[in-house]
């Protein structure tokens, strides 16, 4: 059904060729695959430390490397994945490319800063790799003081340098994307006809904006307190070590909801379009987006409850860290009731999307252990807090950012991907995920402590489970790799809309022309409105 | 009630309390996780694709729904909240009665004192049935003194003071572990709690004695460092007196006063000039740099044992 | 009347010059409440270690030169005033006012610049720079004392920096208006580089009395 036209037809992709038309492009969907190529990178660095730690995590006395080694496997593998994977991920990758398609617009509302954005991450991830291979770091992704600032003899200011930029980068296109959703909107788009995944990813800009400037003041201070020796964490010139983690946390804890919000957007989308219905509880998912932004800010305390932190603080943290539970328990009251009496289609987007929804209701329930005081108090440290975020950040984000990738992948690229193979690699990487992390509650509630090298042997059992899971999830991560570079050559060619989805974006050819649309849609319809995307249509109950 | 498989031996008085909040827990997590799991499965198989033209009727929602799964998590994270907060607040207020440890952590080992003097390096003795209260500084980076088998934890900070307690409820050897990463031996920074029965306690105690007990050490590091030369004890020198000092409040010049427990002597000796005693010049000089945690622990025994027995609600420092 | 500049600078991503406009003002908005957190990091150190040493602060405080802090807090404003009557002579179009009003602007914020790298010198002369050779003889407590020092170097110095990419804008700026790129009708990036300026005047003075007049009004 493609016609000889439509396959020499001009489209972002070929309209211009040779390596300054991507390193200087403007056009948002370019930018989105030079970010998806940059944080592929990080992703599979990252994962080659995090195979070399379960590897070593084998045998209670290891042997493959040295304590030395081990602590900074750990430490780059938490940099690579949460600053140069996981922050940029969904929003720079599916974000610059479908938020300002999904709002009938020609582009985002900066062009050129969003260019720039890319420029920065690649330039941090530079420091930052630079970092690794001069030897490495090895103070922890969190840097804790005063043994980051005045104890450790490895690479800490680069790695600070490089996440410093990369700040900036994120920063740029929160601030982009705050602007674009603001003034952007193509005619009758009104704020409560926007797909829900826009939501989710202004919500998470305005952490963006808010959160990550405490980040870079706070390396900053480091680098003073490292290069200068100010005093300013130093307990023995009258300074606090624990008012690093105060700061530190302020913007790690909105973090994890830039981590978490845009993947909620994205199974938003492929609940809704797989289900054919419009998704229960509309208003309800979106205000629950910004709940979570808001609140986000005010719970960083929670990762200080044994730090000598004040018994009062904490039990105040404890308290809000479960009022930021609800709005995601909402949301996952939303997508389930969405199924109820809807066209449920088993595509590989929507197992992903079911994937999701199952790993991060077990990861999000874990957290209440964790607000919990008298439980965290015993857990905090341990493996239980690592199979928590784990569950939340693989077991949610990335299942999603590869449901998002797969359902937006003939959009993007004019292909399809296969279905078979993909439908078996989102079965292979569940259950590989749950084999890795599962048994880690187990280890943490029996006491085992986080970023130990060498262990005691009663805890050997779970840790080689969780080895076997990791080389499991590695080959399940393995094969989209393969395939969707596969499918860019012998792919079957994708029509407009492939999965009968209603957003503005599938209005377009795939891939689209350069600037989205032909003219500036006008909106009528609600989203999610599924009559009239499908040819013929039967009702169902 | 017993425990679960899966979790570490129950040996301190918080253990069973702690693993009750964790059945309550698990009981909720997995009574939603099924209700999820289980619904997304049914509703994905009955109402399957049959059709790629299904149309099925658009549907917006239900205030009463959305009502009730908000408030029905909100009061069950409630409950979760105050049940965790009652076993924290108890956990930060050691009984008067706590028989007293002090713990200096440092790169990569615990040195911990009893009150009679006896040392020991990454394993401590105590005695079965009685709160036991460890007032822990840091030598260097942050540490935590974790003991998975009393679910207790708490960070050695350098520069404060920081406690926890826990009562053994029975006898055993249990894990130690430093829980904050402070480098590369982290992972070795480990060792054992050894609960004994209290006869078996009082041997040990007895055995191996250095003979001087904490407070006579501190005695006389107190005199080695000349300290006597101004803190006399009949209040005539320059300083304030230091008998009967623990425990009180002290009037500090230029207003307010302050709790003289082990924080405040701690930074009498390290940063004398930060709080001054209402009446007295600022003249002490700083000890930094001259005695090592140990020996400021020694000093701050020594100090404690010139104020009458039992100090009043020695609830500690943090 | 048609102007050269009139319709030269609408960028393809938007629909009409009024949407850019409104764009780019929320744009550089956001910038600043950026830079609020940013700054704001630093005010959260500083009150922390205030409320600790409130005596060591204060000592610290009145050593510094209060008579130049005040002189270049005025030269600031001035600046910040020159800088509106800059805005006010694009929006009536008046091409040379403007630069006029840019090059005073620019010329108080180097006096404001050179002011600074003075007291700096002088702090270093004293030796109150932290780092190795660092003393400060009104307390005792040399380890806060620097602390101060380090909260003093780090807020003045981050805020010199932005003073500094401030005189760059206010440079391209003339250079811009001298090539009559600005009329009544665009002038967008006079409006928005004036915001950035006046917050870089606000942070001045919110500076100058937290870090100068730390309890001048006691006489000790």
């Given at each position: 059904?493609?016609?000889?036209?439509e396959?020499?037809?001009?489209d972002y992709?070929?309209?211009?060729?040779?390596?300054?038309?991507?390193l200087l492009?403007?056009d948002?969907?370019?930018?989105?695959?030079l970010?998806?190529a940059?944080?592929?990178l990080?992703?599979?660095?990252?994962?080659?430390?995090a195979?070399?730690?379960r590897?070593?995590?084998?045998t209670?006395?290891?042997?493959l490397?040295?304590s030395?080694?081990?602590n900074?496997l750990?430490t780059?593998?938490?940099v690579?994945?949460?600053f140069?994977?996981?922050?940029?991920?969904?929003?720079?990758?599916?974000?610059n490319?479908?938020?300002p398609?999904?709002?009938g617009?020609?582009?985002?509302?900066?062009p050129r800063?969003?260019?720039?954005?890319?420029y920065?991450?690649?330039?941090?991830?530079?420091?930052a790799l630079?970092?690794?291979?001069a030897?490495?770091v090895?103070t922890?992704w969190?840097?804790y003081?005063?043994?980051?600032?005045?104890?450790?003899n490895?690479?800490?200011?680069?790695t600070?340098?490089?996440?410093?930029?990369?700040g900036?980068s994120?920063?740029l296109?929160?601030?982009?994307?705050?602007?674009t959703?603001?003034r952007?909107?193509?005619?009758?788009?009104?704020w409560?006809?926007?797909?829900?995944f826009?939501?989710?990813?202004?919500?998470?800009?305005?952490i963006?904006?808010?959160g990550?400037?405490?980040l870079?003041?706070?390396?900053?201070l480091?680098?003073c307190e490292?290069f200068?020796?100010?005093g300013?964490?130093?307990?023995?010139?009258?300074g606090?070590?624990?008012?690093?983690?105060h700061?530190?946390w302020?913007?790690?804890h909105p973090?994890v909801?830039?981590?978490?919000?845009?993947?909620?957007?994205?199974?938003?989308?492929?609940?809704?379009v797989?289900?054919?219905?419009q998704?229960?509880?509309?208003?309800?998912?979106?205000?629950?987006?910004?709940?979570?932004?808001v609140l986000?800010?005010?719970v960083?305390?929670?990762h200080?409850?044994?730090?000598?932190?004040?018994?009062?603080?904490?039990m105040?943290?404890s308290?809000?860290?479960?009022?930021?539970a609800i709005?995601?328990a909402?949301?996952?009251?939303?997508?389930?009731?969405?199924?109820?009496?809807g066209s449920?289609?088993y595509?590989?987007?929507?197992l992903?999307?079911?994937?999701?929804?199952?790993?991060?209701?077990?990861g999000?329930?874990?957290?209440?252990f964790?607000?919990?005081?008298g439980?965290?108090?015993?857990?905090?440290?341990?493996?239980?807090?690592?199979?928590?975020?784990h569950?939340?950040m693989?077991?949610g984000?990335?299942?999603?950012?590869l449901?998002?990738?797969?359902?937006?992948?003939?959009?993007?690229t004019g292909?399809m991907y296969p279905?078979?193979?993909a439908?078996?690699?989102?079965?292979?990487?569940f259950?590989?995920?749950n084999?890795?992390?599962?048994p880690?509650?187990i280890?943490?509630?029996l006491?085992?402590?986080?970023?130990?090298?060498?262990y005691?042997?009663e805890?050997?059992v779970?840790?080689?489970?969780s080895?076997?899971g990791?080389s499991?999830?590695?080959?399940?991560?393995l094969m989209?790799m393969i395939?969707?570079?596969?499918?860019?050559?012998y792919?079957?060619?994708?029509?407009a809309?492939?999965?009968?989805?209603?957003?503005l974006?599938?209005?377009?050819?795939?891939?689209?022309?350069l600037?989205?649309f032909?003219?500036?849609p006008?909106?009528?319809?609600?989203?999610y409105?599924?009559?009239?995307v499908?040819?013929?249509?039967?009702?169902?109950? | 009630?017993g425990?679960?498989p899966f979790?570490?031996?129950?040996?301190?008085?918080?253990?069973?309390?702690v693993?009750?909040l964790l059945?309550f827990?698990?009981?909720?997590?997995?009574f939603?996780?099924?209700?999820i799991?289980?619904?997304?499965?049914?509703?994905a198989?009955r109402y399957?694709r049959?059709?790629?033209?299904?149309?099925?009727h658009a549907?917006?929602?239900?205030?009463?729904?959305?009502?009730?799964?908000?408030?029905?998590?909100?009061?069950?994270?409630?409950?979760?909240?105050?049940w965790?907060a009652?076993?924290?607040f108890?956990?930060?207020?050691?009984p008067?009665d706590a028989?007293q440890?002090?713990?200096?952590g440092?790169?990569w080992m615990w040195?911990l004192?009893?009150?009679?003097?006896k040392?020991?390096?990454?394993?401590l003795?105590?005695?079965?049935?009685?709160?036991?209260?460890?007032?822990?500084?840091?030598?260097?980076?942050?540490?935590?003194?974790?003991?998975?088998a009393?679910?207790?934890?708490?960070d050695?900070?350098?520069?404060?003071?920081?406690?926890?307690?826990f009562?053994?409820?029975k006898?055993?050897?249990?894990?130690?572990?430093?829980?904050?990463?402070c480098?590369?031996?982290?992972s070795?920074m480990?060792?054992?709690?050894?609960?004994?029965?209290?006869?078996d306690?009082?041997?040990w105690l007895?055995?191996?004695q250095?003979?001087a007990?904490l407070?006579?050490?501190?005695a006389?590091?107190?005199?080695?460092?000349?300290?006597?030369?101004?803190?006399?004890?009949?209040?005539?020198?320059r300083?304030?007196?230091?008998?009967n000092?623990?425990g009180?409040?002290?009037k500090?010049?230029?207003?307010?006063t302050?709790?003289?427990?082990?924080?405040?002597?701690?930074?009498?000796?390290?940063?004398?000039?930060?709080?001054?005693?209402?009446?007295?010049?600022?003249?002490?000089p700083?000890?930094?740099?001259?005695?090592?945690?140990?020996?400021v622990?020694q000093?701050?025994?020594?100090i404690?044992?010139?104020a009458p027995?039992?100090?009043?609600?020695?609830g500690g420092a943090h | 009347m048609?102007?050269h500049?009139?319709?030269?600078a609408?960028?393809?991503?938007f629909?009409?010059?009024?949407?850019q406009?409104?764009a780019?003002t929320l744009?550089?908005?956001?910038f600043?409440?950026?830079?609020?957190?940013f700054?704001?990091?630093?005010?959260?150190?500083?009150?922390?270690?205030r409320s600790w040493?409130?005596?060591?602060?204060?000592?610290a405080?009145?050593?510094?030169n209060v008579?130049?802090?005040?002189a270049?807090?005025?030269v600031l404003?001035c600046?910040?005033?020159?800088?509106?009557?800059?805005?006010?002579?694009?929006?009536?179009?008046?091409?040379?006012?403007i630069?006029?009003?840019?090059?005073?602007?620019?010329?108080?914020?180097?006096?404001?610049l050179?002011?600074?790298?003075?007291?700096?010198?002088?702090?270093?002369?004293?030796h109150?720079?932290?780092g190795a050779?660092?003393?400060?003889e009104?307390?005792p407590?040399?380890?806060?004392?620097?602390?101060f020092?380090?909260?003093?170097f780090?807020?003045?110095?981050?805020?010199?920096?932005?003073?500094v990419v401030?005189?760059g804008?206010l440079?391209?700026?003339?250079?811009?208006?001298?090539k009559?790129?600005?009329?009544?009708?665009?002038?967008?990036?006079v409006d928005l580089?004036?915001?950035?300026w006046?917050?870089?005047?606000i942070?001045w003075?919110?500076?100058?009395?937290?870090?100068?007049l730390?309890?001048r009004?006691?006489?000790?």
């Amino acid at each position: 059904m493609i016609t000889a036209a439509e396959q020499t037809r001009v489209d972002y992709l070929n309209e211009s060729y040779g390596i300054k038309s991507w390193l200087l492009t403007k056009d948002h969907k370019r930018i989105g695959l030079l970010y998806l190529a940059t944080i592929t990178l990080f992703f599979f660095l990252g994962g080659a430390f995090a195979t070399l730690i379960r590897v070593e995590l084998l045998t209670p006395q290891g042997g493959l490397v040295s304590s030395e080694t081990y602590n900074k496997l750990f430490t780059m593998h938490g940099v690579a994945m949460i600053f140069f994977f996981l922050i940029p991920s969904i929003p720079a990758t599916l974000g610059n490319f479908f938020l300002p398609m999904m709002i009938g617009a020609r582009d985002l509302a900066f062009p050129r800063i969003n260019l720039l954005s890319w420029y920065l991450l690649v330039i941090g991830g530079l420091f930052a790799l630079f970092a690794m291979l001069a030897g490495g770091v090895d103070t922890g992704w969190t840097f804790y003081t005063p043994y980051s600032t005045t104890y450790s003899n490895s690479w800490v200011i680069a790695t600070a340098v490089g996440i410093f930029i990369a700040g900036f980068s994120s920063i740029l296109t929160g601030l982009n994307f705050i602007v674009t959703v603001h003034r952007m909107r193509a005619p009758g788009m009104t704020w409560f006809r926007l797909p829900l995944f826009v939501w989710s990813n202004y919500a998470t800009a305005l952490i963006q904006v808010l959160g990550t400037p405490v980040l870079a003041v706070t390396i900053v201070l480091v680098f003073c307190e490292r290069f200068f020796h100010i005093g300013i964490f130093d307990p023995a010139l009258g300074g606090d070590p624990v008012l690093f983690q105060h700061l530190f946390w302020f913007y790690s804890h909105p973090a994890v909801y830039i981590m978490v919000l845009p993947a909620m957007g994205v199974i938003s989308e492929l609940v809704s379009v797989f289900s054919r219905k419009q998704v229960f509880g509309y208003h309800f998912v979106a205000f629950s987006s910004m709940a979570i932004a808001v609140l986000g800010f005010l719970v960083w305390g929670h990762h200080l409850f044994v730090s000598t932190q004040s018994v009062y603080a904490g039990m105040v943290f404890s308290f809000l860290s479960y009022f930021v539970a609800i709005p995601s328990a909402i949301k996952v009251f939303n997508w389930t009731a969405t199924l109820y009496k809807g066209s449920i289609s088993y595509a590989t987007p929507m197992l992903y999307a079911f994937g999701f929804v199952g790993l991060f209701t077990i990861g999000g329930l874990t957290g209440l252990f964790v607000a919990s005081l008298g439980i965290d108090v015993h857990v905090t440290d341990t493996y239980f807090v690592v199979a928590h975020f784990h569950y939340i950040m693989v077991g949610g984000t990335i299942m999603a950012y590869l449901g998002g990738l797969h359902y937006w992948w003939p959009k993007m690229t004019g292909r399809m991907y296969p279905e078979l193979w993909a439908r078996l690699s989102a079965l292979v990487i569940f259950l590989g995920f749950n084999l890795t992390f599962f048994p880690q509650f187990i280890l943490g509630y029996l006491g085992m402590p986080r970023r130990y090298h060498n262990y005691p042997p009663e805890f050997q059992v779970l840790h080689v489970l969780s080895t076997a899971g990791a080389s499991v999830l590695a080959v399940g991560y393995l094969m989209p790799m393969i395939y969707f570079i596969w499918s860019l050559r012998y792919g079957k060619l994708a029509p407009a809309n492939p999965w009968g989805a209603s957003g503005l974006e599938w209005k377009t050819p795939s891939p689209p022309p350069l600037h989205n649309f032909d003219e500036t849609p006008v909106v009528t319809q609600e989203a999610y409105d599924y009559s009239g995307v499908i040819g013929e249509e039967i009702e169902v109950g | 009630m017993g425990r679960l498989p899966f979790t570490p031996e129950q040996a301190s008085t918080f253990a069973p309390d702690v693993d009750h909040l964790l059945y309550f827990l698990l009981a909720v997590t997995v009574f939603f996780t099924l209700l999820i799991f289980g619904a997304i499965f049914y509703f994905a198989v009955r109402y399957r694709r049959r059709s790629e033209r299904e149309l099925p009727h658009a549907s917006h929602g239900g205030m009463a729904l959305e009502i009730l799964w908000t408030v029905i998590p909100f009061g069950l994270t409630m409950v979760m909240f105050t049940w965790g907060a009652d076993i924290f607040f108890r956990e930060s207020r050691p009984p008067a009665d706590a028989m007293q440890i002090y713990v200096v952590g440092k790169q990569w080992m615990w040195k911990l004192e009893h009150m009679e003097g006896k040392r020991e390096i990454n394993e401590l003795h105590i005695p079965l049935g009685r709160p036991i209260k460890l007032t822990m500084t840091s030598e260097d980076v942050i540490h935590s003194f974790f003991v998975p088998a009393f679910r207790t934890k708490q960070d050695v900070v350098p520069g404060k003071y920081s406690v926890t307690w826990f009562q053994p409820t029975k006898t055993g050897k249990f894990h130690l572990f430093c829980a904050e990463y402070c480098g590369t031996n982290h992972s070795h920074m480990i060792g054992y709690v050894y609960v004994m029965d209290p006869a078996d306690y009082a041997n040990w105690l007895r055995g191996n004695q250095t003979g001087a007990s904490l407070a006579d050490t501190g005695a006389k590091l107190f005199q080695d460092l000349a300290c006597s030369n101004c803190h006399k004890a009949d209040n005539s020198g320059r300083c304030p007196s230091l008998t009967n000092l623990f425990g009180s409040a002290v009037k500090l010049a230029g207003g307010g006063t302050v709790k003289a427990d082990e924080g405040y002597l701690r930074e009498s000796i390290l940063q004398p000039n930060a709080k001054i005693v209402a009446g007295y010049q600022a003249v002490m000089p700083t000890f930094q740099g001259l005695v090592t945690e140990e020996g400021v622990l020694q000093l701050v025994e020594y100090i404690k044992s010139l104020a009458p027995q039992p100090a009043a609600a020695a609830g500690g420092a943090h | 009347m048609a102007s050269h500049s009139e319709s030269l600078a609408l960028r393809e991503q938007f629909d009409t010059e009024a949407q850019q406009k409104e764009a780019s003002t929320l744009g550089m908005w956001i910038f600043l409440i950026t830079e609020v957190m940013f700054f704001g990091g630093m005010f959260l150190a500083y009150t922390v270690y205030r409320s600790w040493y409130p005596h060591v602060f204060a000592v610290a405080s009145s050593s510094l030169n209060v008579y130049i802090g005040a002189a270049n807090t005025v030269v600031l404003l001035c600046s910040s005033f020159t800088m509106v009557m800059a805005v006010r002579a694009a929006q009536l179009g008046k091409r040379n006012a403007i630069i006029w009003f840019l090059i005073l602007t620019l010329v108080l914020g180097g006096v404001f610049l050179g002011v600074k790298a003075y007291e700096w010198n002088e702090k270093f002369v004293e030796h109150h720079v932290p780092g190795a050779g660092f003393h400060f003889e009104g307390v005792p407590q040399q380890g806060p004392a620097q602390i101060f020092f380090s909260l003093y170097f780090a807020m003045t110095g981050l805020h010199a920096m932005h003073m500094v990419v401030g005189v760059g804008l206010l440079i391209f700026l003339i250079v811009e208006t001298r090539k009559g790129k600005y009329s009544a009708s665009y002038m967008t990036p006079v409006d928005l580089i004036g915001l950035y300026w006046h917050f870089v005047d606000i942070i001045w003075i919110f500076l100058f009395p937290l870090l100068y007049l730390i309890d001048r009004h006691l006489k000790t």
